[in-house]
Nanobody, 117 residues
Framework: QVQLVESGGGLVQPGGSLRLSCTVS????????VGWYRQAPGKERELVAS?????????NYADSVKGRFTVSRDKAQTTSYLQMNSLTPEDTAVYYC?????????WGQGTQVTVSS
């Protein structure tokens, strides 16, 4: 069974940075495609970044994070990263990574990111 384990969340001041990690555990699986989502209190879950394909050339960002967030993946394609810079209070949310295994979405447990002074 493929599982995703996230880490790296926490409390950061406005303007600060965090790097989130999403690592495959359980059955061996390659993160050929991965999406990063977030859900703020009272809001729907939204896609903030995605990476598709073995080469990782197909990358997309939500307009709200373009130029500030960067999604990447290690060479083994077992860990994805979301580098978040110039954070604002509006980025406060629980962040999730997701991949699809045989068409079934697999979600991480989520990691809380709080941006506050």
């Amino acid at each position: 069974q493929v599982q995703l384990v996230e880490s790296g969340g926490g409390l950061v001041q406005p303007g600060g940075s965090l790097r989130l990690s999403c690592t495959v555990s359980g059955r061996r699986w390659s993160l050929n495609s991965v999406g990063w989502y977030r859900q703020a209190p009272g809001k729907e879950r939204e896609l903030v970044a995605s990476m598709r394909g073995g080469g990782g050339a197909d990358i997309n960002y939500a307009d709200s994070v373009k130029g500030r967030f960067t999604v990447s993946r290690d060479k083994a394609q077992t860990t994805s990263y979301l580098q978040m810079n110039s954070l604002t209070p509006e980025d406060t949310a629980v962040y999730y990574c997701m991949t699809a295994v045989a068409g079934t979405p697999i979600w991480g447990q989520g990691t809380q990111v709080t941006v506050s002074s």
